[in-house]
């Protein structure tokens, strides 16, 4: 057996071990990514910013089955199989190149959805509805205050009816001094939480897209790795029937 045939099958074999543990790496990645956006789910009026994190989740999954189907293939030189292979390795390979497409696309579009949202939610701010808890966990989570700053809360209706304050959420930590005067600005978080929400949400995404980068630079190699085996134990067939 040549060293051609030797490296690929141990790169195979190396990229089928890869996919079992990629399976779960990237199945945990999509549902990080999903999580992270449902967190903030009122916000962002665009659902189809997920599209990337359940092509993620997906490719998941079939790498792991097919991790298998690697591993047989490659033991036994299965021409058969390593044509099934290299099909599926090339299936998941234009999924993770779709998949980071979407991302870029969504990633530029972040900022739009969360400007045209945001300030919606928090003119529905009352203290009881749905918008008031998604507000309240922003602002605590991120320590911010109003969208683009904490003045923006003077046009609300939620300031005029509460004696000119902001909700308690804008305060720093647990400080039960603060009341969410806006004489009270030691106690308070200035800063706006949309610039806040977009660098998280840029920088899940930014997370994601490595990980699929990663993942389709070694699919590439398994791929020629396919072809090097196939072609050599075609070859090698053909010397053996010459022989006889």
């Keep these: ?49 997920l599209i990337p994190a359940a092509i993620i989740i997906a490719v998941g999954v079939v790498m792991f089955v097919i991790g298998i189907v690697g591993c047989c293939a490659t033991l036994r030189e299965s021409k058969v199989g390593l044509s099934f292979f290299l099909l599926i ?19 530029s579009r ?9 300030s919606d939610v928090f003119m529905k701010y009352d203290g009881e509805n749905s918008d008031t808890r998604a507000v309240d966990y922003l602002q605590s989570q991120l320590q911010c205050c109003g ?14 009816s509460r004696n000119n304050t902001v909700p308690i959420s804008c305060c ?12 009270q600005l030691d106690l308070l978080n200035t ?3 949309e610039g806040k929400l977009e660098q998280l949400l840029q920088d899940v995404m930014s997370y994601a897209m490595l990980v699929i980068l990663g993942f389709a630079i070694i699919k590439f190699f398994g791929m020629l790795s396919v072809c090097v085996i196939t072609c050599k134990s075609g070859r090698r067939s053909g ?3 010459l022989h006889a």
Excluded: H
């Excluded at 923006?152 to 300031?159: G, V």
């Design 147 to 160: 969208v683009q700053t904490y003045l923006n809360w003077t046009t609300t209706p939620w300031f005029s």
């Design 1 to 49: 057996m040549d060293c051609g045939i030797i490296t690929s099958k141990t790169v195979l074999l190396l990229l089928s071990l890869i996919f079992w543990a990629a399976g779960g790496a990237l199945a945990y990645v999509g549902s990080y990514v999903i999580k992270s956006y449902n967190n903030f789910d009122n916000f962002l009026e665009d659902k189809y910013t």
């Design 239 to 241: 010397y053996q029937l």
């Design 172 to 183: 720093k930590g647990n400080n039960t001094e603060c009341t969410g005067r806006l004489d």
């Design 191 to 193: 800063r706006g939480c």
């Design 110 to 118: 972040i900022k739009g959805d969360l400007e045209r949202s945001m």
């Design 89 to 107: 390795i090339l299936a998941i390979f234009a999924a993770e190149v779709a998949a980071l497409v979407f991302g870029f696309i969504y990633q």
